[in-house]
């Protein structure tokens, strides 16, 4: 059997700045999001193991090389630990997005070996930011107003609908266009609107199929094998 390497994706890292600033949440805003008291709750509660746990993920060193030694990792994708700076306001947001990225672009950097770093944001997990965009606005601007806010130029645009048709997912493809970014399309049924309104640079893998389920089938292929173009291409694994 050929050698191959084990990565390790979406590793959480959490900064002390970042868990003191969740901790003062905690104190100012008890019970706002159940599932954030639960899970921040724990972590910066005084057990033994979850200060031992906020250690692990705070800690872009030796200890986790550590581990990662132990249990047969040669290379981590790091994240910043979810919900990440999201929930602050928007200026404290951008300040703290920038000091972090910069404290993990200097661990990739005295570790290349080891650690890796793939930016990616999620258009439909925020849900505080789609309810308010679909009730000020509209629904189909749920993606393309997030896309206007975060997308930079040389950004990619993942956009996938069975049909071609989705009008938020149109919109935000349009919406990528103006920021100078491209769009990778998922789509089936002829590629529909979607297809339509891509440009030159952008990628459309349009599945030849009329029915949802078949459609779906292949999107997902097309999606593992997009995740292993990645990791040849840019974590050097084959």
């Known amino acids: ?46 057990s033994e193991r979850a200060q031992r746990l906020a250690a692990r993920i705070q800690d872009l060193g030796e200890g986790r090389i550590r581990d990662m030694d132990e249990a047969g990792i040669a290379k981590q994708v790091l994240a910043l630990t979810a919900p990440g700076v999201q929930v602050f306001d928007a200026p404290t947001a951008t300040s703290l997005a920038r000091s972090f990225n910069d404290q993990l672009a200097e ?15 999620a258009l439909t997990t925020d849900s505080s930011t789609l309810t308010s965009i679909a009730n000020d606005y509209d629904y189909q601007h749920v993606f393309s107003r997030q896309v206007l806010a975060l997308g930079q130029p040389g950004d990619v645009l993942l956009a996938i609908t069975t049909s071609g048709g989705s009008k938020n997912v149109i919109a935000a493809a349009r919406a990528a266009h103006e920021r100078d970014m491209r769009v990778v399309a998922l789509t089936g049924r002829g590629g529909g609107e979607l297809g339509r309104a891509l440009g030159d640079g952008d990628v459309h893998v349009c599945v030849p199929h009329d029915v949802t389920a078949r459609i779906q089938e292949v999107h997902v292929l097309v999606l593992h094998c997009l995740c292993d173009g990645i990791d040849c291409l840019l974590l050097g694994t084959e």
Do not use: C, N
């Open 107 to 121: 661990a990739i950097g005295r570790h290349p070996e080891r650690f890796a770093g793939l930016a990616a944001i």
């Open 1 to 46: 059997m050929a050698d191959y390497l084990r990565i390790a994706t979406e590793e959480a890292y959490a900064p002390a700045e970042l868990l003191e600033r969740y901790a003062e949440l905690l104190r100012k805003q008890p019970g706002v999001d159940p599932g954030f008291d639960s899970l921040w709750g724990f972590f910066l509660g005084k």
